[in-house]
């Protein structure tokens, strides 16, 4: 995971996303082609969703079929945990 960031900032981190941009977050660790849940809001109904890698063991799912915003959400949470 990203040095020094904890599950409770990735929660504030989804939150944040929630509220600026009105689509889900959440974060995963990933291992191989395993994503576990760690943190954010995962809605029980199947949602399109795009999948990044924020580092080697820590993935970003952003749920919208909008790939620009996705793209978008992405570079906004890579800054706000670097």
């Known amino acids: ?4 960031i904890s599950t409770s900032k990735l929660e504030e981190i989804a939150k944040v996303i929630a509220e600026e941009f009105g689509i ?3 974060f995963a660790e ?12 995962v809605i029980s109904e199947p949602l399109p ?3 990044f ?3 080697e063991k820590l993935g970003l799912v952003v749920e919208t079929d909008d790939e620009k915003l996705a793209e978008t959400v992405f570079d906004y ?3 706000l945990i670097r």
């Open 49 to 51: 969703s795009v999948r």
């Open 77 to 79: 949470v890579r800054k």
């Open 24 to 26: 889900s977050v959440w």
């Open 30 to 41: 990933v291992v191989g082609r395993r994503w576990s849940y760690l943190a954010g809001s």
């Open 53 to 55: 890698m924020l580092d």
């Open 1 to 4: 995971m990203v040095k020094g």
